[in-house]
């Protein structure tokens, strides 16, 4: 049996007062929840259960998704959509859940005002296109990128001190400024690599001018899954708009300000230190990139910055693209202040503390590794293989246990070929890892497959699925194991685990350590490495960036504003070929310009946010006022690409997510992915307009009473 | 304990036509199907209610599907659309609404069934004669001398699925792509008895369209990096390589006994015994030269190892769907049985090499013969994916019908109308003899003729999903749309500017007319002209096979459910 479920909004261009459209509300309502994760300065929320009472914290809309209930159709296409994003970029998640919910909002406006829906489908999907087309350039290709940031830190100071006077100037609060003051005691902030003219007013300006990292901690309250959605709004909601002011005087609770500030330069020492940087520019270019791309995620940015440098020096060598992802693991010890956290070459992973005399044992000794690709246990068998189970088996002489037997032929196996030391993908039998212990042999287990692989090209071992294949082929030769030892030369112990470092000659891996003293911020702490890693990996892809700080949305503006008056320029040479095209249509009826409006209002609202979230702007009426005074800027000036690559060069565009660079002359720059953000637009746009054009759900359930006697009944029609 | 239970006696419903249930159920049907068809369809999600996968679709063929009915005359109706789109792919919304509007027409008619059965019959031919023949002013022929023609059919049918969520250069791309793929699976050498090859897609989700291509060969996925790079693999001296092809599991499980138990002493592991039977296959396949075995199943890790040192590669988990392109393509037989290896069963290759694409690996099968290839086909997510899988799917099916038949209908309503036209034009020009023979009177005719007729304009009427008026012209019968809003006061030739299927523009005085609904009064009507030119670059053109077939089908469904008289329902 089949239910029907005719729409909830029942053919909207027939009934004008039913145009509400429930999807596109969903979906608004969803997206509302992920204001406060837009920009460089993120407020994060605390996701509480309620059945156990356990609190996580997060900072991206993947994680917020995740922990949102979504069983409506339209939740589980948002999801959809948010997973496919992080999946193909890792990045602009955020702005792909933000732009959902602004531009839902935008058309279920257009609905209210009779707009027919395929002349929003229609114009709403030719003007993103014509967007996207005309921002194109505002992209700098990585190679002039470099250039400018090269050369940028190597110019003297002379220009610099002005653009900081005009941040300043354009820092709406005064109050705020205060807190800032306050809140920064001048003593941990130790310029590196200072220069000797640098002066020392303008340091102090950039440092009120950016935000900072460890603010971005206020927590809002949201509501777990299985709570309706509604009740996540009400919670995030109130705290948009207040905690931004209110977070500073609070943030030495959340902050690790101080802290991270000093380990960030104590991390350079301690992580891989890379030769001479100034004389070359090239390999220091990557390391600006990945700043600019930062975001303010200063931490993050530092460790990325080790890893493209050591990545470089052993490319010369190899010849290998600039940075490799593929490389690249993390480590998450809990426990240790943020200070400790580092990029070390090798493969640093967490061992129990039984392992660690093996560990001193094999210290400075040369190893025969195995690596393995399933489990190390005596029930573990390869996926595809169908346990039997009609065999039965016939003991005549009970005498020594299976388990036994199987561990014993199994460290036999490993000591006739003498390895000491073996990786395996999935979990090892404890009473074999104990066995090996004693014969002081190294078990390491939940190794990924890409640390396999290069441990396998580098020691010449094969993957193997079971002891029993074992040959001396498979077996390879040159891996060293130490503890891993923290930057004071200490070997860390954790209590329940222990960290070690295991290289190999010519091993091209890398561990970003990633250390935290709240377990809670761990899960944040580890997407944001990745986020900013997959930024500039995927800004070399495509070879060029956008300028950043909310340019492209700015010329998006303007460029809508453009068409608005000027409708004949957007249809395009081919559409005049085209028939019966309701673009066309649309134009004649002058819904074209409500339709670009609602477009245009999506990025607007998004700037609106962002300057909020940073406190750029102290209202959204502020900052909507800041907005359009740089829209009729750009529309006198004639250009108005050229206006804002100006003020983009001047950097005092909306001055906004320039990052808490003080230690850096060049941080005001601020570039984003041009895919990704792209890529980002389209998707949301393409989720809200996919929504907009289903007009019916239909129910495959084979509950047909209990939908017949739920409070909705009356939305269902049965076939 | 068992419980005997009396059995329920069967229900008995006469001329269930008449019941209010089957026919609101009938006409609900209707609504939903209108409400999908065309470029600017409304979609449907399909889900289960209780959270997960969520269909975003407007085709027939995902909505019937999952669309089980209740009534049994809902249910014949879905029967004979659905096994419409199975040979054709194409036109099943079309089939589905003409038939629930003929039903719906037929039944306000007030005419015997069998009377109208006998009209309708005879109208069919008509339609049908006059689509075959060389006069008729809706069809088009296909040159495959050029690819435009093919190209606009490709588009049709890619632009009416908008939940593919495509814009205009990305329809343009996949058109090409799809065109391309389908060239690859022409033999080259024409024969008698040509069979055309087979064009694999390879779902790549959450990229973007543009990122699709075509490939020719087999693509196999490799989980994981478990080929070296760069691949070396054995040649035979003709150079070319060996294959051998296993359609059998060959992990090492199959000693365990459906049925029944084996009993073994401790110490023998059937495992084990299992494991050197695979190993013995494997030596014989190293001394056979093969280069690459295929299984479509998963290989035991030591088989695999064993291979592996021997410089055999090996690749597991192919897939079903997979077997039979394979097998095509290189010559090989499948493997069935590890005791039956015979030299006879291998197949040869031209050349085998890893590509990837996002992070999935691939090892890809060049063929010395291209009947085979791989469309990688990306969208931006799964639901949207999905829908486009289909669409490329009915493309492909519909250039393969075409080749079978170098013809195609104009699209965009415009045969509808245009046919509508012709039978209006026919209907009063015949004569009264064959009235005679078909035994009904001239009255009779006309009613059921108009009835047809407002059937068959419904159709292009539900291509229009706004507010907005649609027209025919009294020249050509085609079918125009005036956007939504204008007064009908105003002159229609200002308001229209292409018709739908894009062939005529607004040029001459085409006299147009509104196309009613329901209540038209009867129009007279010229015979329709055939257009001067018909060729233009951004033609919408419909597949001649499937509509053919659709405007039968429709025909001769809908009749069957007119003549149903009983309905007896098994309860028990």
Sequence with gaps: ?719 | MSRLEAKKPSLFITDPLTKDGVSQSLSLLNRILKSCYGPAGQLKQLHNGMGGYVCTTSQSSAILSRLPVSHPVLGVLMASVQNHISRFSDCGLFTAILCCSLIENFKSLNIASCTVIKISKHLLSLCMDYLKSETCGCRVAVDFSSVETLLCLVRSVLRSKPACMLNKTEVDHLATLILKAFLFTVPCHAESNAVLGKCVIVPMKSRRVMDSAVLPGLLIEVPEIQLAKPLTVKRTCSNMIKIALFCLSMSGDSFSPKEGTITVHHGISLEMSELNQLLNVGKQLVNDEVGLVVCQKVIHPSLKQYLKENGVIAVDRAGLSLMEPLSRMTGSKPIASIHDLSPGCYGSLKDVCVESFASKNFVHLIPNDTVVCSLVLCNRNETTWDELKRACETAEHVLQLTLKEPLALLGGGCTETHLASYIRYKSCSLSTSSFEDIGCSQTQYQLVADGFCRSLESVARSLNHDEGEILTDMVYGHCWFVPPGFPPASSWSDLVSKCGCGVNGNGENLKWRLLQGQFGSVVTQDCPKEPLVKAADFLTLDCYAAKCSGLQVALETANLISDLLYVIKDQN
């Design chain 1, 1 to 719: 049996m089949v239910l029907n479920r005719s729409c909830l909004l029942p053919m909207a261009f027939r009934d004008v007062n039913a145009r509400r459209h429930i999807g596109l509300q969903q979906l608004s309502s969803l997206a509302l929840a992920g204001r406060t994760l837009l920009g460089p300065v993120k407020s994060c929320k605390f996701i509480v259960d309620e059945i156990t009472n356990e609190s996580t914290l997060i900072c991206s809309a993947v994680r917020l998704i995740e922990s949102l209930d979504l069983t409506s159709a339209a939740g589980q296409l948002l999801n959809e959509t948010i997973q496919a994003q992080t999946k193909e970029f890792k990045t602009g998640m955020s702005t792909l859940l933000f732009l959902v919910g602004a531009w839902s909002n935008a058309i279920v406006e257009c609905l209210q005002q009779n707009v027919p829906v395929s002349a929003i489908v229609s114009v709403m999907s030719e003007g993103l296109n014509s967007c996207c087309e005309r921002v194109q350039c505002l992209q700098i290709s990585i190679h002039d990128v470099n250039k400018e940031l090269c050369s940028s830190s190597v110019r003297p100071y002379a220009s610099k001190s002005k653009t900081c006077q005009t941040g300043c100037d354009s820092l709406p609060n005064s109050q705020l400024f205060l807190y800032f003051q306050k809140d920064i005691s001048v003593p941990e902030v130790i310029p590196m690599n200072s220069c000797s003219h640098q002066d020392d007013d303008c340091n102090f300006n950039k440092h009120l001018v950016s935000p900072l990292p460890g603010f971005d901690s206020v927590a809002s309250l949201v509501k777990p899954a299985g709570d309706k959605s509604t009740s996540v709004i009400s919670g995030s909601g109130v705290a948009t708009s207040s905690c931004n002011k209110q977070k500073l005087t609070h943030s030495r609770y959340f902050s690790t300000l101080g802290k991270s500030r000093f380990s960030s330069q104590q991390g350079n020492f301690q992580g891989y230190h890379l030769g001479p940087s100034a004389d070359s520019c090239e390999c220091r270019g990557l390391g600006h990139l990945a700043m600019a791309l930062s975001h303010g995620n200063e931490t993050s940015m530092k460790l990325l910055q080790s890893i493209v440098t050591y990545q470089q020096e052993t490319a010369k060598h190899s010849g290998s693209s600039q940075l490799n992802v593929a490389d690249i693991v993390t480590c998450c010890l809990v426990g240790l202040p943020e200070s400790y956290s580092c990029a070390s070459p090798g493969f640093v992973t967490l061992v129990s503390p039984e392992q660690v005399t093996v560990i001193k044992y094999f210290e400075d000794k040369l190893l025969r590794i195995l690596l393995i690709d399933g489990d190390l246990t005596e029930q573990y068998r390869h996926l595809g293989f169908n346990r039997p189970c009609n065999v039965r088996t016939i003991v005549e002489h009970p005498s020594l246990q299976e388990g036994d037997l199987w561990i014993s032929s199994m460290l036999d196996n490993l000591i006739k070929f003498e390895v000491n030391l073996v990786l395996v993908k999935g979990n090892v039998c404890k009473n074999l890892m104990e066995s090996c212990i004693a014969n002081s042999i190294l078990l390491v287990s939940s190794v990924t497959w890409n640390v396999l692989c290069a441990f396998g090209e580098v020691t010449g071992a094969q993957p193997v699925t079971y002891l029993s294949q074992l040959n001396a082929s498979c077996v390879g030769s040159g891996a060293q194991v130490e503890l891993w030892k923290a930057c004071d030369g200490r070997a860390m112990d954790l209590g329940e685990l222990v960290p070690v470092r295991i290289k190999a000659q010519g091993l091209p891996l890398l561990t970003a350590l990633l250390t935290t003293t709240v377990a809670s911020k761990m899960q944040f702490i580890e997407d944001q490495f990745w986020t900013l890693m997959y930024r500039l990996h995927h800004a070399l892809i495509d070879k060029k960036v956008f300028i950043g700080g909310g340019a492209v949305e700015l010329l998006c503006l303007s460029h809508i504003q453009m068409l608005v008056e000027q409708p004949l320029q957007l249809p395009n040479q081919n559409a005049a070929k085209e028939f019966h095209n309701p673009w066309q249509a649309a134009s004649a009826r002058g819904y074209n310009s409500v339709v670009l409006q609602a477009l245009a209002s999506g990025w607007k609202q998004y700037l609106l946010v962002v300057m909020c979230n940073t406190t750029k702007a102290a209202s959204e009426l502020e900052a909507c006022t800041s907005v359009d005074n740089y829209l009729r800027k750009a529309a006198d000036c004639g250009s108005p690409s050229a206006y804002i690559l100006n003020e983009f060069r001047r950097g005092c565009l909306l001055r906004d997510g320039a990052g808490p660079f003080t230690d850096h002359r060049e941080g005001l720059k601020v570039y984003d992915n041009v895919t990704a953000k792209t890529e980002a637009w389209r998707r949301a746009l393409d989720l809200v307009l996919l929504v907009l054009q289903t007009d019916a759900e239909i129910v495959t359930s084979p509950r047909k009473n209990q939908l017949l006697n739920s409070h909705v009944s009356s939305e269902f029609m049965f076939l």
